[in-house]
């Protein structure tokens, strides 16, 4: 800097910057011969970026120090100059007078840096700014949700297509041999004895043993002998088997699919896997949109999410709201009684939602906090399921308590006071009260009988 006193104005620091004489006249930028290009030059701004020191960096900081040990650097990130400090024993400065200084460094540099082609440094800019969103993003190639949202899409769809194509496959070829299906109910093995054998006709000569265990084996061929199958042409065969074909494809791809989201899911979020499983905690991230997005969710709404349209049909129609969405696909929820249900999925939910924090804004990536609170929910299922057994047998130490002793040998009469509609008289009224009231009935008929008169 060649005139420190104009920093000090930092309000109207901005009005030096305005033309690249004005800037020369304030800053100075010198040049060491360090990069050999501009990519050696974009490598090592990013790696400032992202609080490291390039060599090359370290031996022009160590030239500063040596020049003059009282100077101060000016840092535009106050993370850089901690880490300067700490390596190189460097006083460094942030403050608003830098930020400003830093901008208006960043307006003028084609005219404060000569000899570099504004092509390559359009280019250095770009490569600097997407390092430096990157770094404000925590943006990592292996925790990218959008793989896990784009695979638990395509397996749904996947198991769709696969549901209609075997249906198709079963009804098409049920024409032919219906007695098939009722023998064969494994999807996949049907399309594939069906691929393998074609015709009816030709189980009888054909060897399906590595597909059939023997016993179904013998059973499908004496079928084919007394089938009520109608005959059909080679040509429908053919197409019969191109579908055949192309359901064993898509299952041998789904397969492929599941290990690779499996695989994903353990990568990305390690305990929130251990605690629902792969396919919920992918449904849950799909859900929400992104792993972050469901950290951001309460437990309660983690426990809902997927019963969205329930939860306002109840509410509007004040009914019982639901009690779990997606969650109850968790094998802690379906392996519970009906009656537990409720109290598992809730309990589930809150220890999903820390683990799913843990997940998305940890530096960790052990699963060892998804399996603690997994423990902790099937010791209380385990409680939950034994207290009912307890309450049974009368062995638990907590529920065994003993009934209160009544005799039963006592003699029972019956109470007639319960026959009768008419309400009790509470008391005798008494005999001076009965003799007031029949004179005041005697002298209102009197006073009566007069004015008759």
Known sequence: VLNEKKLQEVDSLWKEFETPEKANKIVKLKHFEKFQDTTEALAASTALVEGKLSKNLKKILKKIVAKDAHEQLAVADAKLGGVIKDKLNLSCIHSPMVTELMRGIRSQIEGLITGLPSREMAAMCLGLAHSLSRYKLKFSPDKVDTMIIQAISLLDDLDKELNNYIMRCREWYGWHFPELGKIITDNLTYC??????????????????????????????????????????????????????????????????????????????????????????????????????????????????????????????????????????????????????????????????????????????????????????????????????????????????????QNKSEVKIFDPSGDSTLPAASKKRKIQEVEEQDAEVAVKAKKFKAEMK
């Not at 006709?201 to 007394?226: G, Q, R, T, Y």
């Not at 939860?311 to 009684?337: C, E, M, W």
């Open 192 to 405: 594939k004895c069906v691929r393998k054998v074609g015709d009816r006709s030709n189980f009888a000569s054909s060897d399906v043993s590595d597909i059939l265990p023997e016993e179904i084996e013998a059973d499908v061929k004496a079928a084919a002998e007394i089938s009520m199958g109608t005959e059909v042409s080679e040509e429908d065969i053919n197409n019969i088997i191109h579908l055949c074909d192309q359901v064993i494809e898509i299952s041998e791809y789904r397969t492929q699919l599941y290990d690779y989201l499996k695989n994903r899911m353990m990568a990305i979020a390690p305990n929130l896997t251990v605690m629902v499983g792969e396919l919920v905690g992918a449904r849950l991230i799909a859900h929400a949109g992104s792993l972050l997005n469901l950290a951001k969710h309460p437990a309660s709404t983690v426990q809902l999410l997927g019963a969205e349209k329930a939860l306002f049909r109840a509410l509007k129609t004040k009914r019982d709201t639901p009690k779990f969405g997606l969650i109850y696909h968790a094998s802690l929820v379906g392996q519970s009684n009906p009656k537990n249900k409720g109290k598992i999925s809730r309990m589930l939910a809150a220890k999903t939602a820390l683990t799913i924090r843990y997940d998305a804004l940890g530096e960790d990536t052990n699963a060892e906090m998804g399996a603690e609170n997994r423990l902790k929910v099937e010791t209380r299922l385990r409680l939950l399921e034994e207290r009912g057994i307890r309450r049974i047998s009368g062995t638990g130490k907590a529920l065994a308590k003993a009934d209160k002793y």
